[in-house]
């Protein structure tokens, strides 16, 4: 299904990501250094630049296989998966590990998300009132407002294993929301502050990757996936809203274009999930959302490791290696973090336990992913540049 195993040419395809990305560089700056231009032509210009990046890629995807299956690329680069929105594909507030899997992929494979859905199956467009935002997430309690997709099998996939999620492509809609629910949903750190809620809907110039948030007040655009995860320990059914474990609703504004997350396996096949696309937000997410959003397209790479021992999500940029804590309580969440730290140093830098808690105070900061979604977040960013050469090539999280 989507591309797995159908006979179709496009389900064939198996590419390096990174030389086809370079074969097309967007010109970016070239755009942005253009002040006189209309800013309406501008933006067409932009749009047509990412669907065109898209259509190129995949044009050069069965040359980049024929190198690759032809002794160029150094082993299996994996088949790409087209993996569309829909009624079979998602659920609601939701991770369901009961239902047949909407894809079984192999380690190495690309999945492509075209299109994906704003919250609540993508009922959350510009225009809708706050009201009716409440009333969609009192009409369904215990989950989340949502879109998931999936679940997806990882063949090969056991208990004690991590799967990498490399984020190779994430392009926004162009537009966004942020709001405040009513009081009565009990959401954000301060629900009783703020009992009638407010929605603001912003237009995203894709030029220069920013949003208009009030006249004078611009935001930077950072889009990622709040969301991505597997099923948890538990399985059965499970409310998308709290992040643990098995990741999830992390929240963490990190995960943008070009870093990976490493999540620990917990199920047979792991059963992959993703949605809640975010175009901007803060460390916190105090009021509850970011700039919730929608993606043209979400593309990523999913790498299977076998044993690797971990019980904790990780993160990886191109700066920092990025060590989680969650729980319902904060301080222990940052216990949590606190710990993993300390694993990571241990394992990965050789340090002692005593050495690597010094190193933990002195040289890593701890900072709070999310206060929101009932259990709460911390990430530690560990710098890279701490670390001689010699030291950091022995130093990957898996």
């Known amino acids: 299904m989507f591309g797995c195993g159908d006979g179709r040419p496009e389900s064939q395809f198996a590419f390096a990501t990174a030389a086809v990305e370079r074969a097309y560089a967007p ?13 309406d032509v501008l933006d067409w210009v932009a749009e047509r630049r990412l ?9 050069l995807t069965p040359l980049a296989a024929s190198i690759t299956h032809n002794g160029g690329g150094g082993g299996r680069m994996g088949r790409v998966h087209t993996v569309p929105s829909t009624s079979e594909t998602v659920r609601l507030g939701v991770f369901d590990a009961t239902v047949p899997e909407i894809l079984n992929m192999e380690s190495g494979d690309v999945l492509v998300y075209p299109d ?40 090969g996939a056991e208990p004690g ?24 949903l009990g959401t954000g750190t301060l629900p ?19 949003t208009e948030f009030v006249p004078g007040i611009n935001v930077p655009l950072r889009p990622f996936q709040g969301t991505v995860g597997v099923a948890p320990a538990a399985g059965g059914v499970v409310s998308s809203v709290p992040p643990g474990q098995h990741a999830g609703n992390i929240d963490l504004r990190d995960l943008t274009e070009g870093t990976a997350l490493y999540i620990p396996v917990w199920q047979v096949g792991a059963k992959l999930y993703t949605g809640d696309s975010h175009a901007a ?53 940052f216990r949590i973090a606190t710990r ?17 808690y010094s ?40």
């Open 51 to 59: 669907r065109l990046r898209g259509k190129v890629v995949d044009a």
């Open 281 to 333: 937000q803060g460390d916190g997410e105090v009021n509850n959302q970011a700039i919730e959003s929608a993606m043209r397209e979400v593309r990523f790479r999913v790498r299977l490791h076998k044993r690797s021992g971990w019980q904790w999500p990780f993160a990886e940029t191109n700066e920092h290696w990025i060590a989680m804590g969650i729980d319902a309580d904060l301080n222990e969440a």
């Open 27 to 39: 010109r970016a700056d070239r755009l942005r250094h253009t002040d006189g231009l209309v800013r």
């Open 192 to 210: 009783q502050d703020f009992p009638r809620g407010q929605i603001r809907y912003l237009q995203f110039d894709l030029t220069s990757m920013q």
């Open 340 to 356: 993993n730290v300390i694993e990571f140093l241990e394992r990965r830098a050789g340090l002692s336990a005593m050495d690597a």
């Open 116 to 155: 994906t859905w704003s919250h609540f199956l993508n009922r959350l467009q510009p225009g809708v009132s706050i009201e009716d935002v409440a009333q969609l997430r009192r009409e369904n309690p215990g989950r989340g407002p949502h879109s998931i997709i999936g679940p997806i099998t990882v063949n």
């Open 359 to 398: 190193l933990a105070s002195i040289a890593i900061s701890f900072r709070v992913t999310q206060f929101v979604n009932q259990t709460r977040g911390v990430h530690a960013m560990i710098p890279k540049v701490l670390f001689s050469t010699e030291r950091r090539a022995g130093m990957a999280i898996v």
């Open 161 to 184: 294993d991590v799967l990498e999620i490399d984020f190779e492509r994430l392009i926004p809609q162009s537009w966004g929301a942020t709001f405040v629910n009513p009081a009565d």
